[in-house]
């Protein structure tokens, strides 16, 4: 898409339009490229009104508070829509909390222990949105995203809004697709949580971010877990045995904390340094223990 086309665009809709948005910026780990252009719609309808007023070819990267994300320090050449905060809205009705894809998930966590719901405490843990959630089955403590979710609503390429429930997905460990081909996303949620003791989910979830804390390296730039676990095994644990603990390429470092992040800590680390590390892990536990560790973190653009 060409600058007129996008201030054309830009002039249609009631979101903020920006060009070579620093990645940076908008990623937990700090590092990376720039966006070619980046849009931050005013709500859902705005959203929906920008899909549709979009080519079709125009690459779109759809992004939350970065968690799970590396830009390549040669950019993202399309267009980056920003959705945390801005897809907020968090209700509950009807026994059923309703989230769009922009709220964090440990905001979810707080809101089901406030209205006295249970089962909702291990999204405390999860560094992300609700969007970045359901597209990947995040969990941790014991729980899963999608073990709550009693259905969704999809937004499509073409700006098209439709409801969804779980058997309409393939769903499995850190992953979630639809059974048939298609181009849509998650807009928000309707989770379903038994009732509880308020008191005790707000006492869980203090407990499970005390863990957190005292495992994770949260002090530092990072995105949270790298690798997924592989059946029956750890990633951290394989790490540490291959003695990766602390290794550091440029001015990116396997964490002395936890071995499955990896951590920017002088906030001198290129996007470079930081796939040159995740790479050198994977070959180095392929050829010590003969098993592949799969990223969890995406990892997009263009190297310069």
Not at 49 to 73: K, Q, Y
Not at 115 to 128: D, N
Not at 278 to 298: D, H, K, N, Y
């Amino acid at each position: 898409m060409d600058l007129s086309e996008m201030n054309h665009l830009a002039q249609s809709l009631r979101g903020e339009l920006r060009f070579n948005e620093p990645m940076a910026r908008h990623v937990t780990w700090r590092a990376g490229g720039a966006a070619a252009r980046a849009y931050v719609p005013a709500d859902l309808d705005d959203l929906a009104a920008f899909l549709r007023a979009t080519r079709l070819d125009e690459p779109l990267l759809f992004v939350g508070l970065g968690s799970n994300l590396l830009v390549r320090d040669g950019g993202f050449d399309g267009t980056v829509v920003f959705l945390h905060a801005v897809l907020g809205r968090l209700t509950f009705a009807d026994g059923l909390i309703y989230a769009e894809a922009g709220v964090a998930s440990p905001k979810v966590a707080r809101f089901a222990a406030n209205h006295a719901l249970a089962g909702a405490e291990f999204l405390a843990g999860i560094p992300g949105t609700v969007g970045g959630a359901l597209a990947m089955n995040a969990g941790c403590y014991g729980g899963e995203t999608w073990a709550i979710v009693e259905r969704v609503l999809m937004l499509d390429r073409r700006g098209n809004l439709q409801e969804r429930r779980a058997e309409d997905f393939g769903i499995g460990y850190r992953h979630v697709g639809l059974r048939e081909a298609s181009d849509e996303l998650f807009a928000a949620a309707w989770f379903r949580l038994p009732p509880g003791d308020g008191v005790a989910a707000r006492t869980r979830i203090r407990e499970l971010l005390e863990k957190r804390i005292a495992s994770q390296p949260l002090q530092l730039p990072n995105a949270g877990s790298v690798f997924r676990n592989p059946p029956d095994e750890h990633a951290a644990r394989l790490i540490e045995s291959a003695g990766l603990k602390g290794l550091r390429l440029g001015g990116a470092q396997v964490s002395e904390k936890h071995a499955n992040f990896i951590v920017n800590p002088d906030r001198r680390a290129t996007a470079a340094d930081i796939e040159a590390l995740i790479e050198r892990v994977q070959a180095t536990v392929r050829e010590r223990f003969g098993i592949e560790l799969v990223r969890e973190v995406r990892i997009v653009g263009e190297r310069p």
